[in-house]
C-alpha cells in the first residue's frame, strides 16, 4: 500500500513535469510577421521557430488564387531558421502553410498572412 502510494506520487509529478517541459513546436517570428500590410512584395519570406523542426512542405498562396509550393530543398534538416526568395511581384493577400515533424516528434502545422497593398 505505501509503495502504491509512492508510485502514483511519482506518477503524478511526472505528468505534472512533462506538461510544464512539453511545449509543441510553434512559429516565434515571421517576416513579414503575421498581419502585416506591406507596399511592396517582399524579396523573402523568413520562419523562425521556437524549437527544431523539418519541414515538409510550405506553401504560399495569393487571393485564393495562385498556389506556389516553396523550395524546401536545401533546408530538410531540423532547425529553427528558414527562408525562401520570393520572386515575384503580386499585390493581395498572401496566405503562409507550413507543415513539418518537430523535434519531439510531433506533426505541427500552421498558418500566417500579410498583405500586399498598392494603396
Ligand atoms: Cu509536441
Known sequence: ?????????????LACWTSTAHAHTKILTSKP??????????????????????LAKVTLRIDDGKEIK?????????????????AFDDIGIFVVTWRGIGSDGH???GKLQFTVSSE
Do not use: C, H
Open 70 to 86: 516553396l523550395d524546401l530543398s536545401e533546408q530538410k534538416t531540423f532547425r529553427t531558421d528558414f527562408t525562401f526568395p520570393i
Open 1 to 13: 500500500m505505501k509503495n502504491a502510494l509512492k508510485l502514483l506520487t511519482i506518477l503524478v509529478s
Open 33 to 54: 510577421a503575421n498581419g502585416t500590410v506591406l507596399s511592396l512584395p517582399p524579396s523573402e519570406l523568413a520562419l523562425e521557430f521556437a524549437s527544431e523542426i523539418r
Open 107 to 109: 506533426i505541427r502545422s
